[in-house]
């Protein structure tokens, strides 16, 4: 297995921005040193982007076990035990796809990856580090079953870019709602502004955030997906139904004159 690469930014001076302008994340980073565990992105330079999106594709929506047994299958499909070239992935028949383990949608998704790294659509790894965040975005969500949240870990765990902020990411999420003392977790939308504090930093910010939940007491975890009820809330609920019980109570009344 090949060694990480170095960062192409220094992760101390991420630290140090961060730790100024962010009271509650310096305290959160101070808690994770405490803890002997330093920032790192273990970042592997032997694969290309079509690779690293192939394996990205297999891990989709099921368990981390299941997939490393599917991608394994996939990566042994090429000449020698290797991964498959976009051409020789191609040539591999949809049935025999199918049998190591990929949904019919997937499939669609890694021919539709073979087929776009050769067009040039998919870049090569020189390509991509030449490109911006946004424009590597743009690209790769073409390519289907490509979606935002993985280009983004794309450039965090392959290409190592500092200021990427994984909205959608649930981890990210959960842990802005601990550290923050939330009890909701929050909108993209609200998660989005209020990075923008962590800039130039804010990949460096999202690994704190999933530091947060590892560090969070049991009922520290506990956040709902959407925010509490309030008692107005819950009032006006209440008198949403005694209006449409009123309402029902009378349609039923006049049907019933209506019929006598």
Known sequence: MAEPSPLPFDHREAIAHL??????LARLIEKTLAKSVE???????RETPYESLLEAIAYQ????KAAKVIFGRIAAMGANGRCPTP??????RKPALRKAGLSFAKIAAVRDLAQKTIEGVVPTLDEAHAMSDQELVDRLISVRGIGAWTVEMFLIFRLGRPDVLPIHD??????????????AIPKPRELA????????FRTVASWYMWRAIEHASKSARKITKSPPQTKKTQAKKKGTKKKAKKKKAKKSSVSRRAQA
């Open 19 to 24: 730790s100024k302008v962010d009271r509650r």
């Open 39 to 45: 920032f790192r992105l273990n970042i592997e330079e």
């Open 193 to 200: 502004a209020f990075g923008e504090r962590w800039r130039p």
């Open 170 to 183: 649930y981890g990210v999420q959960k842990g802005f709602a601990i550290t923050y003392g939330k009890k």
């Open 87 to 92: 051409q020789e992935l191609l040539r591999v």
């Open 61 to 64: 929506s099921i368990s981390g």
